[in-house]
């Protein structure tokens, strides 16, 4: 077994501290570089999609192809989006029923650690019964009273008396002495 020096890490705090914030730089330039790029891939994606429109001297036949044009491109387009949603939504599904085998497979459940809370009798009353009870319920008097004259009567003295009582031996002690 690895003792615990050996487990702890040998960067100093000031050097892990450095370290984290070089990652931290550069990932918010891949992220900046990335966005940029996005925004390239989608202005070209448009460009060779959309064409700009050239809608002066065009006589109104012309004008009228184009809006077909138009209309049969954009049913194409939603059709393309219908069909990437649908798959989305499945794999998502998808996703969702395996995390939950996952999750059944393990088997053990981790739960959380729940903190104390300071709450008297009464609003714990009032959040676990809700607004049926308004009035604060007096427990004190709510309690039975016990006489403990009546147990000690109840009670045995004797230990050996109590132990041949639970035993059920006391006649067959009885009938041993008279047979000697």
């Not at 000031?14 to 925004?39: D, I, Q």
Request: aromatic share 2%; hydrophobic share 35%; proline share 2%.
């Amino acid at each position: 077994m690895q003792s615990s020096f050996q487990n702890k890490s040998k960067i100093s705090a000031s050097r892990r501290l450095a370290l984290k914030t070089k990652l931290l730089k550069m990932a918010a330039g891949m992220l900046e570089k990335e966005k940029e790029e996005k925004k390239q891939a989608k202005e070209a994606t448009l460009a060779e999609r959309v064409p700009p429109l050239q809608l002066s001297g065009l006589s109104v036949q012309d004008l009228l192809a184009l809006c077909k044009d138009l209309h049969r491109k954009i049913d194409v387009v939603d059709e393309e989006r219908y069909d990437v949603d649908a798959k989305v939504v499945k794999n998502t599904k998808e996703v969702e029923h395996l995390s939950m085998n996952i999750i059944e497979l393990k088997g053990n459940m981790k739960r959380p650690a729940l903190k104390r809370v300071q709450i008297s009798a009464d609003p714990m009353l009032g959040a676990l019964l809700g607004t049926k009870v308004k009035e604060s319920m007096d427990f004190k008097a709510n309690l039975k009273t016990v006489k403990k004259e009546e147990e000690k009567k109840d009670e045995v003295t004797d230990w050996h008396k109590n132990v041949e009582a639970m035993s059920g031996m006391e006649g067959r002690k009885k009938l041993f002495d008279a047979g000697q």
